[in-house]
């Protein structure tokens, strides 16, 4: 089956700096992949989601990278904000499924 | 529009009790799923629904864990007898059919 590993577990910056989050797959026939927000408390939200006819897809502050070949897929947030603070994870899927298989997370410091 | 609700937000039972977790998906969203999420990792598909059929269950440990959604709406997961391990999140999220899931806030379980 698919396995998704992500780096760094944490990850503290200072307010207005940016974040990079980094993913590997090992299924090369996945070819969804999101990403989500989870606050304290919450259930994850979907915040960007890339396919693999696509190399880079951008949501103002928020970008999502792919490298197929390499089999790796990256988020970067800039200008981060203290409300950005929270833990993120990647995930991949395959075909119609649409069963994503997770990493194990990323905690997000956001120091004011 | 309402989201995903999930009822009880909290429980703590001893070990071989038993225990049961509610969700509500959003109105319209055919497609069901349950999540364990273990602390410190990413969620974990126990089982996926279309309407009120079954589509995987394949990470669903049987002898101990069972679901249903009745008249493809409300879905119902249950534990017996819970062991140790199965402290964690529960999250139910929904979709239409395949394309982003909504989670809802979740279940947190504590096995004593």
């Known amino acids: 089956g698919e396995n998704v590993e992500q780096h760094p577990s944490t990850l503290s910056v200072q307010e207005g700096d940016s974040a990079v989050i980094k993913c590997t797959y090992s299924d090369s026939a996945s070819n969804y992949f999101p990403w989500y927000k989870q606050e304290l408390g919450k259930g994850p939200q979907l915040i960007i989601d890339i396919r693999s006819n696509v190399g880079e897809k951008k949501d103002q502050r928020i970008a999502v990278t792919l490298n197929k070949t390499a089999k790796h897929f990256s988020l970067h947030i800039t200008e981060t904000q203290p409300e950005d603070s929270a833990v993120y994870f990647c995930?991949?899927?395959?075909?119609?499924?649409?069963?994503?298989?997770f990493g194990r997370g990323t905690s997000l410091i956001v120091h004011p | 529009e309402a989201g995903v609700a999930q009822s009880p937000r909290y429980k703590i039972i001893e070990k071989r009790q038993s225990v049961a977790f509610w969700c509500n998906p959003i109105?319209?969203?055919?497609?069901l799923y349950w999540y364990q999420q273990i602390l410190g990792q990413g969620p974990k598909l126990l089982i996926q629904f279309q309407n009120n059929g079954v589509v995987d269950d394949s990470q669903l440990p049987k002898d101990r864990f069972s679901a249903e959604r009745l008249k493809g709406v409300d879905s119902t997961l249950k534990i017996q007898p819970a062991k140790l391990e199965d402290s964690a999140v529960y999250l139910c999220?929904?979709?239409?059919?395949?394309?982003?899931?909504?989670f809802g806030p979740g279940t947190r379980l504590t096995v004593l």
């Open positions: 109105s319209g969203h055919a497609t």
């Open positions: 999220a929904s979709s239409p059919l395949g394309n982003e899931q909504f």
């Open positions: 995930a991949a899927s395959t075909g119609g499924s649409y069963i994503p298989t």
